[in-house]
């Protein structure tokens, strides 16, 4: 999940992410990647911290994020076990838990 502390979006899905990540019980990696922070990154743990989330945030880069295609946050890539990007997600989504949930259990059969 590419995202920044600034983002509304990403705020309403990062608790989604978090539960997902909660209820998965190791079988997938899960990651928050921190890209575009506009007063640099030094409010990144205090806002983690403030929330509560439980999976492991990373900090991206802008060529990270180019690499990838993100061209807007929050976006939300599945990737296979072959480290293939298997689905995409941009924006909000309400239901992005249970998308989630079915993806990867596809993806693991």
Same mark, same amino acid.
Not at 40 to 67: C, D, H, M, R, W
């Given at each position: 999940? #590419?995202? %920044?502390?600034?983002? $509304?979006?990403?705020?309403?899905?990062?608790?989604? +992410?978090?539960? =997902?990540y909660?209820?998965?019980?190791?079988?997938? @990696?899960?990651?928050?990647?921190?890209?575009? @922070?506009?007063?640099?990154? $030094?409010?990144?743990?205090? =806002?983690?911290?403030?929330s $509560?989330?439980? #999976?492991?945030? *990373? =900090?991206?880069?802008?060529?990270?994020? %180019?690499?990838?295609?993100?061209?807007? +946050?929050?976006?939300? #890539?599945?990737?296979? &076990?072959?480290?293939?990007?298997?689905?995409?997600?941009?924006?909000?989504n309400? /239901?992005?838990?249970?998308? *989630?949930?079915? /993806?990867?259990? @596809? *993806?693991? &059969?």
């Amino acid at each position: 999940d #590419f995202w %920044a502390t600034w983002c $509304g979006p990403c705020k309403m899905t990062m608790p989604q +992410i978090d539960k =997902f990540y909660q209820a998965r019980d190791n079988d997938v @990696e899960v990651y928050g990647v921190n890209v575009w @922070e506009r007063s640099g990154t $030094g409010g990144v743990g205090p =806002f983690i911290e403030k929330s $509560g989330y439980t #999976f492991p945030i *990373l =900090f991206g880069t802008n060529e990270l994020a %180019a690499q990838y295609g993100v061209r807007g +946050i929050p976006t939300m #890539f599945v990737i296979d &076990k072959d480290g293939k990007i298997a689905h995409r997600h941009v924006g909000y989504n309400p /239901q992005i838990m249970q998308i *989630l949930k079915a /993806q990867t259990e @596809e *993806l693991l &059969k």
